[in-house]
């Protein structure tokens, strides 16, 4: 009916950046007007001179004039996987277009193969999905299908959009879509594939029919989000029927039983109450199943069953005793976070201390004498930041220490499978390692203070395990750009809210429903309203501390600690730092940062991140 994923449909870069089309909404500043230079123009330029004006016009908010110039040398230097990877940078971060299909599976074949950024990806994703008429088609056509009826008419160019879109299939089974359409997608398919396989599995009419594969994008969404997307009654019923059955043939189970099910609960949870040998007969199994029910298997079954082995293995470095850690603890390895899957790619490592001379050539630093730096990851959580320093900087001996044991195993697994070799995991609370005999090179504790009953107390144990040239990199949530979160707050209290499964589905119903000009409407366009993890750490949090600049200097200040300078990824905010204050050339001064704040609340939307030292 609509293969899974068609072969590559001639393409025709050339006239690629021709056919964009602007759509209704927000354009860009300067949408469609003339690039300084011209496509042909820029097909005598070399990649890196096209990739540097890209970024120079990006950086003057041309956006439009930005991706036309990156989209002709996609069509000049279709395999340079930098062209590649700007592209995508600057697609994610415009608004107001809708590419061809072409492009786009094209791109997912590229994130492939080169690794690209697919949390960008996601993101282009979705803004393609917000605006196609073909996906609002498809949408409608899957939600409106009724159960077991006949197709007599085939709306074909909509679901081409969506399941042959090569883009929609590698978020939904490798990443997060924070998309209401792709929501919408994927809840109307799963029920139907779960209606009609437990209704009528000898006559399935129309999904199981043609492309069962799409269950492996299907399964794939809804475990990667944590089964945060409400059911029906309905659905809940046949769930319950396709369990029972599954119990009662453990021996003999159907792939398609497998990938129905993991549309609704992870694997691992559904099936490990079964006796070993059950399960070991149920490991033989799988081995048979077609290769794309195995992707579903090893991502909800062998992959957490490798973490809970993980998790029996990880040594306790301190005691747990303070009532709050002891919290956040369960509370973490209920959620775990964040939840991530694809790893940066950074192709050549750079030493620490000349990465930093680059980044801030203004300030005295403190000798980083080491290549390969010593790290600790203070409160590491699941590994991401790991894996993004390790892939960046040229590291020696990297220890990661958390309360959550469930974080920890996730990052150990994680960071095995990257291939990073130098990572040593320990349970740990930061408030009892004052008395190690240990210092390292770097202390990267990001987005963990701000859990503590007192950041300046978690702050000063870290100092206990540094010497005088050992870099920060911190982070905490931004007050101003958190006050959202703070209505939010609110709200879960006046609807008796409890940070449970049914608790942040009504939570995001409610959000939903509000007005449009309502603050806490604009959760829902956070990535984090789509994952069950990420949204507790969005909003259900028990505690959370949050700081402006002007707070933040104060805790340096009582911490005896030195502001070093914020990791600004967006260079229109430098642009308008050196606007407003020419003579900051160091852009350290905390009191110039808190006019900014105030003026653009939503300037620390993804919380403040910068280094700082001991005062010398
Ligand atoms: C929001 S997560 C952030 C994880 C990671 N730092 C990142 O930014 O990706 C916060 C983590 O801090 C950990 N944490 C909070 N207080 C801690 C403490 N006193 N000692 C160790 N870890 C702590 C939690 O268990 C949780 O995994």
Not at 124 to 147: G, Y
Not at 162 to 173: E, W
Not at 211 to 237: K, M, R, W
Not at 408 to 416: H, M, N
């Amino acid at each position: 009916l609509f293969p899974l994923c068609p072969g590559k449909t001639g393409l025709h870069f050339a006239t690629a950046f021709q056919t964009i089309f602007l759509i209704k909404g927000e354009p860009p500043m300067n949408m469609l007007s003339v690039p300084n230079i011209s496509p042909s123009e820029s097909a005598e330029l070399g990649p890196n001179a096209i990739i540097e004006k890209a970024r120079e016009l990006l950086a003057s908010g041309a956006h439009s004039e930005s991706l036309t110039l990156l989209l002709t040398a996609y069509t000049n230097h279709p395999d340079e996987h930098s062209v590649q990877a700007a592209l995508i940078e600057v697609l994610a971060t415009t608004k107001g277009y809708i590419l061809p299909d072409a492009i786009v599976n094209r791109l997912a074949d590229d994130a492939l193969t080169g690794n690209h950024d697919l949390k960008a990806l996601a993101t282009i994703l979705t803004i393609q999905f917000e605006n196609n008429p073909q996906v609002n088609a498809a949408i409608d056509f899957f939600e409106n299908h009724e159960i077991g009826s006949e197709i007599t008419e085939v709306p074909v160019a909509a679901l081409e959009a969506v399941v042959g879109n090569k883009l929609f299939l590698l978020i939904c089974t490798k990443g997060i879509a924070a998309s209401h359409e792709v929501e919408r997608l994927v809840k109307a398919m799963r029920r139907i594939f779960l209606l009609e396989w437990t209704g009528n599995a000898n006559a399935p009419t129309l999904l199981l029919n043609c492309c069962p594969e799409i269950l492996v994008g299907l399964a794939g969404q809804c475990f990667n989000t944590e089964y945060i997307y409400s059911e029906g009654a309905d659905e809940a019923a046949a769930v319950n029927q396709l369990y029972i059955g599954i119990q009662q043939k453990i021996e003999d189970i159907h792939p398609l039983d497998i990938a129905v099910l993991g549309c609704y609960k992870p694997l691992w949870a559904a099936l490990m109450g079964n006796s070993p040998e059950a399960l070991e007969g149920l490991m033989k199994m799988a081995e048979t199943w077609p290769s794309w029910v195995q992707v579903v298997w090893k991502a909800q079954f062998l992959a957490p069953c490798q973490e809970l082995f993980l998790k029996q293995n990880i040594e306790a470095y301190t005691k747990i005793e303070d009532k709050n850690s002891q919290l956040l603890a369960r509370q973490f390895d209920a959620f775990p976070n964040p939840r991530w899957f694809s790893a940066p790619t950074h192709h050549a490592k750079e030493a620490l201390g000349q990465a930093l001379k680059n980044q801030l050539p203004h300030l005295a630093l403190p000798l980083v004498e080491a290549d390969a730096v010593s790290v600790l990851f203070a409160g590491c959580g699941t590994g991401e930041e790991i894996v993004a320093f390790a892939s960046h900087y040229e590291t020696g001996n990297l220890l990661a220490i958390d309360l959550s044991l469930n974080s920890l195993a996730f990052a150990q697994r994680r960071t095995q499978e990257l291939g990073i070799q130098n990572a040593h995991f320990g349970q740990a609370d930061i408030l009892n390692i004052t008395d190690w005999d240990a210092s390292f090179d770097v202390i990267v504790c990001q987005n963990v203070l701000d859990h503590m009953e007192s950041a300046l107390v978690g702050l000063r144990a870290l100092k206990q395990v540094a010497k005088q040239s050992t870099l920060f990199s911190l982070a905490l949530h931004s007050e101003r750009a958190r006050k959202p979160v703070k209505k939010a707050h609110d709200l879960l209290t006046e609807h008796h809210l409890q940070p449970t499964y049914d608790g942040m589905r009504t939570f995001r119903d409610t959000v939903r429903n509000l007005p449009a000009d309502h603050s806490v409407r604009s959760l829902a366009k956070s990535s984090q309203f789509y994952c069950a993890s990420e949204l507790h750490d969005l909003a259900f949090n028990t505690s959370e501390q949050c700081f402006t600049p002007a707070e933040l200097k104060n805790l340096l200040a009582a911490a005896e600690l030195r502001f070093l300078g914020f990791e600004v990824d967006n260079p229109q905010v430098t642009l308008l730092y050196k606007q407003c204050f020419p003579d900051d050339i160091a852009m350290t001064n905390l009191d110039n940062w808190e006019i900014i704040d105030h003026e653009y609340p939503e300037l620390f939307i993804d919380g403040m991140q910068f280094w700082c030292a001991l005062k010398s």
